[in-house]
């Protein structure tokens, strides 16, 4: 018995020697992580992982993170779990909206490196039975509230001129209530919900429609990659900035290829709820991306983006969704609890 | 020494040092947290525990007067839990004494409670929102689900087992109807294990509930967990910890008291 335990620990512990001097004989790079979550413009990363770009595990290196010198660690989780992991400090850099990313900001000096893509159409209201907005005041509407949803909703009101206190927007998971609609079960006959669930309740029940949806705001609800400033002034922080932004061009130049276009649409539809290339070429049109450095640049330099996000912050603080509103800056100088900053993209861009 | 038993000073010392020592370790993990960024609200000092989170939690809104965790409260327990364990329990309780009582009823009833008993409730959440959507019925389905499988073997193997055939002899020759036998010796007999299956499945119903709330609901317990874990607001996510934590050992406490009010000749 005691020689087993005797044996068992050598065994382990040549393995483990084995483990250490494989790992030495490499140089070792510095390790930063990236939470992200299903979506069509973040599973660019999951797919840039399965295409080799890069390779997602620690210790492991894909050609770009060689290029760079920076090991990227990925992290696929849920996106509520993406914003908690953010927020603890658990991990360098996540997937997030404009919107979610005000309250990690508050904790942790964060900066926006890169702009992903923008909702068009992507959030939408669905109804079954319902004519126009104002029958839309005698239902509840279904979605997840403090969310996207909820922001994309209440300014859709404002737009067609209904006071949002005559509404009832109602907390439900994006995903139920998108199912209780389709089975046609408790009465739900509004939802506010984003895609898949969009697509996926158009076509399962056919007597639904949307009555509106963020095509009317294009621009304002932004996905976007946002790193930890403290991360950022880690050695090779910048490197993992600029990797990160590199392999998201790579990617998206896989996209425009008429070569690998199909191919890696359909890898970025199936995780995403199984959908088929031509079902994807619609939700790519619904959640435009903003598919190289001149794009990005274009919404991070532009004037537009200090209004969106004033919109998005008084959002924010009259719905309770951040106890105080964060400071926001614009540029590599800015000193903010939130910095939109393009510095690594135009690295990235004058390099390759 | 195996079993060797301590004074009852060092009981309760041990007890409260056990207390101590988890405030301790939450002191220690969130002062250095706060060490290395005073900003950050995933670890909050004692302090913005209090203000932030107690004191928000149990304030009446400005306008409405409304007191989030009393709503969540009654929704959560005073509503859902009450109902569902009430449904699961009476289910359980008919189904295991006639399982116990009745061999045909045995041999049909056991294969699936036992099957069953094996699938995680919370691994069918969706299976019960498309059944019985996601209102006020679900949680109670959800819950009974998930109670009736487990307690209904309790208290069958209980009746089964634990009444010795000579007892529903003697109640036989004293004139009893089956009935009367199943009343006043099986079930009174087995009365205390009963009582212990279902404290044991409060747990297991909480966990159910707080899950089915984290996806469909916009009051109670689960919903705000999740709500303020994304806001990230984990002072109040801490409070709301304690609380269901409160309220769970609150329940083991009454239905112990229970047991030995109604069962004295059982014993602790």
Redesign the interface.
Known sequence: MKLGIVKFAACTFALALGGCTADTSKEALPVFSLAWSEYPSWSVFGVAHEKNLIDGAAGKLGPVEEKWGVDIELKELDY?TC??MY???TCDAVCITNI?AL??A????SVAILPTSTSVGADACIVAGIENVEQLRNHKVYGL???VSEYCFVRNLEKLGEKESDHQF????P??AA??LQ?K??DVQAIMVWNPFVLQTLRTRKDTKVLFDSSTIPGEIIDMVVVAQ?SLEKPGGEAFAKAIIDTFYQLNALLADPATGEATLVALGAKFSHLGAEDMRQVVQQTRFYKNPDEALALLKGTGLKQIMKLVLDFCTSHQ???SAPTIGYGSGADAQLRFDPTWIEAVKNKS | MIRKPIPQSWRVGLGVASFLLLIGAYSYLSHR?LE??P?????PSWSRLWS?GVVRVFTPNEHTGEVWIWQDFQATFRERLLAGMLVGVGVSLLVGLLMGCYDPLEAFFLPPLAFLAKIPPVAML?VF??L????FEMYVTMIAFGIVPVLAQSIYHAAKDDVPDELLHKAYTLGASQMESIYNVIYKQTLPRIIDGVRLQVGPAMVYLIAAE?????VGFG?HL??Q??????SVVYVYLIVLGAVGFFLDFVLTRLRLWLCPWYGH
């Open positions: 509520d914003l908690t927020g603890s400090s979610d309250n990690p508050l904790g942790r000096k509230s403090k969310s109602t907390n439900r998971d995903g139920a199912q209780a089975t079960t408790d403290q969704i951040v106890p | 947290q290395e960024n900003d950050d609200r995933s670890i932030d969706a929102f498309v019985v959507g996601s209102g984290w996806i469909a609901a916009d919903y999740r709500l874990s994304r806001l990230l607001d984990m």
